[in-house]
C-alpha cells in the first residue's frame, strides 16, 4: 500500500507560480512511477505530467509543456510540479497517483492516489 499527500496548492494571479509536492509513504521501496492529474469542476480528471522511476524520463499534456516541470527527489520518497506562467484554465483540484510500470496518461491505469489540492488561478 502506499499513501500519497500533496501539498502547495492556493490561489495565485495569472503569470505567476506555485510549486506542489507529493510525500509518498508506506510500500515505497524501489521507484514507482509518479504521475499528476488535475480535475476541474465538472470536467474529467486529465493528465498533467508523469515521471519514471528511473532516468528518469518524464512526460507532459500539451497544454503544460514548457510551463509546468515535474521531478523527484527519491532519497525523501517526493515528487514535485513546478508550474510556471499559470493561467486561469490551470483552476483545478490537482492529484497525485503512482503506478508500479511504465508511465502512461490515463488516471484508470494508476492505483494510489493522494487527496488533492486546490489550485485557483484568477485573472
Known amino acids: 500500500q502506499v499513501r500519497l499527500v500533496e501539498s502547495g496548492g492556493g490561489l495565485v494571479q495569472a503569470g505567476g507560480s506555485l510549486r506542489l509536492s507529493c510525500a509518498a509513504s508506506?510500500?515505497?521501496?524501489?521507484?514507482?512511477?509518479m504521475g499528476w492529474f488535475r480535475q476541474a469542476p465538472a470536467k474529467e480528471r486529465e493528465f498533467v505530467a508523469a515521471?519514471?522511476?528511473?532516468?528518469?524520463?518524464?512526460y507532459y499534456a500539451d497544454s503544460v509543456k514548457g510551463r509546468f516541470t515535474i521531478t523527484r527527489d527519491n532519497a525523501k520518497n517526493t515528487v514535485y510540479l513546478q508550474m510556471n506562467s499559470l493561467k486561469p484554465e490551470d483552476t483545478a483540484v490537482y492529484y497525485c497517483?503512482?503506478?508500479?510500470?511504465?508511465?502512461?496518461?490515463?488516471?484508470?491505469?494508476?492505483?494510489?492516489w493522494g487527496q488533492g489540492t486546490q489550485v485557483t488561478v484568477s485573472s
Open positions: 497517483a503512482s503506478r508500479w510500470s511504465i508511465a502512461t496518461m490515463s488516471p484508470a491505469d494508476y492505483a494510489y
Open positions: 508506506g510500500r515505497t521501496f524501489g521507484s514507482p512511477v
Open positions: 515521471i519514471s522511476g528511473t532516468g528518469p524520463v518524464t
